[in-house]
């Protein structure tokens, strides 16, 4: 019988579980691109809509994985030696994290997990599983792709809205009694007719893109796979061949590639510096997409307008982390993609995964990332090992 080790993030302080403000979520079968949402042939083990990506919701999977006979371990204690997942990785035969309170498989733990067969993701972006040392320990690598997309490409809209119009420092003068409306304003603008280019129109990009052409933006775009030439002429979209010859131009600019190796500081110092004057830089991808301090840098030089997202490294970040208390920043802790409705289908899509390795059925395509050794299904379209 298997082990099970499941990462998860910690309860609300408050306690779990929560007071539910809403009775339900709206039920999503199928998404944009036609893929169908999870599901899973066994029941589900929570309600959707309930709080199950801490630590007691377990993501609903005990009972499904005890009636199979297997170990389940849930714990939010991920790092360090004295860990209680150094102490269980070992016997592991699956490891369960979610990207929001990741439990890094490095090389050196990859290669302490004797008997790990698959690391599945419950999101979406597998990088903190090092994927070119789970290729070589024929490590099957899943997420449940599509599961929280909408609910990111959402994020990255109000998180726009949030930097353009000034809106959380004019929220803060509501709450602390004031009235300056010419603070208020002074940093405050329209999106309409401004410049839009997203780095990766993937799931993510090509949902943040359909958004915003409601809004009367100009979109561009750059990614490795162009789109169809019906899809650009639907949206009125601007293919540029790089990120180099795009972001010159953009008064918004929105990352939404995965992070590997060739990715990591992308935008450093020197892309940066060629973005416009002003521009606001959105990031909900992965954090060392960028380097932090050089971002740090061009938003207190002004260079850049604001920063906003919810990425970041290490997570949980830690206290002293500048982005906390950089000026004109829009950082919330890593929430975009684990709302309650995201949690219902990557939930869902956790226990569609487990079922497929445990009857030795196929894994859906899309959710792979690494499998038989190498780049595998959305793996192969999306990342790179080197
Ligand atoms: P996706 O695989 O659908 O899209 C990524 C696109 O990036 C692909 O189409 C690929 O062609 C393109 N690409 C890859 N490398 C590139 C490069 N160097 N230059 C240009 N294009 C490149 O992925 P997605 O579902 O849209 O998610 C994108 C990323 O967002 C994920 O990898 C993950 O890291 C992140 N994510 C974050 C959250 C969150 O909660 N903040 C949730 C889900 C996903």
């Given at each position: 019988?298997?082990?099970?080790l ?15 403000v ?30 199950v ?8 999977l ?6 199979l ?80 997309s ?17 809106y959380l ?59 169809s ?12 061949p ?42 909900t991808?992965?954090?060392?997409l ?10 207190k ?22 982005w906390r ?25 956790t ?18 990332i ?17």
């Amino acid at each position: 019988m298997a082990k099970v080790l499941c990462v998860l993030y910690p309860d609300p302080v408050s306690g779990y579980p929560p007071h539910y403000v809403r009775d339900d979520v709206p039920v999503i079968t199928t998404y944009d691109n036609g893929q169908t949402a999870p599901a899973p042939k066994a029941a589900l083990g929570f309600k959707p809509g309930e709080l199950v990506g801490s630590v007691s919701g377990e993501l609903g999977l005990r009972s499904y994985l005890e009636g199979l006979g297997h170990e389940l371990i849930v714990t939010s204690d991920k790092d360090g030696p004295d860990s209680e997942f150094e102490k269980h990785l070992p016997d592991a035969e699956v490891v369960i994290s979610q990207p929001f309170w990741p439990a890094y498989l490095t090389r050196e733990r990859i290669a302490r997990a004797r008997k790990l067969k698959l690391a599945l993701t419950a999101g979406i972006g597998s990088d903190h599983v090092d994927l070119e040392a789970a290729a070589r320990a024929h490590i099957t690598v899943a997420e449940v792709t599509g599961s929280n997309s909408i609910s990111v490409a959402e994020h990255v809209i109000l998180t726009m809205l949030a930097l353009v119009r000034n809106y959380l420092p004019s929220h803060d003068v509501a709450v602390d009694g004031g009235w300056n409306i010419a603070d208020c304003v002074s940093r405050s603008y329209d999106m309409e007719g401004m410049q839009f280019g997203t780095i990766g129109a993937g799931r993510i990009g090509l949902a943040v893109l359909r958004r915003l052409k409601p809004f009367g933006l100009q979109l561009h775009y750059t990614q490795r796979h162009r789109l169809s030439a019906d899809i650009e002429q639907e949206l009125g979209l601007t293919f540029h061949p790089d990120a180099a010859s795009l972001v010159g131009t953009q008064d918004f600019v929105s990352l939404q590639i995965p992070l590997y190796p060739s990715t990591m500081h992308f935008f450093d110092d020197k892309m940066l510096a060629r973005m416009k004057r002003g521009a606001y830089l959105i990031n909900t991808a992965r954090a060392e997409l960028v380097d932090r301090d050089a971002v740090v840098r061009a938003v207190k030089s002004g260079h850049i307008a604001a920063y906003g997202g919810d990425v970041w490294f290490p997570e949980p970040a830690p206290p002293a982390h500048p982005w906390r208390t950089m000026p004109f920043n829009g950082m919330t802790p890593h929430i975009s993609g684990t709302s309650l409705s995201a949690q219902a289908r990557y939930a869902a899509g956790t226990l569609e995964i487990l079922e497929s390795y445990f009857d030795g059925t196929p894994i859906r395509e899309e959710y792979l990332i690494v499998d038989g050794g190498g780049l595998a299904g959305t793996g192969a379209r999306s990342y790179k090992l080197m």
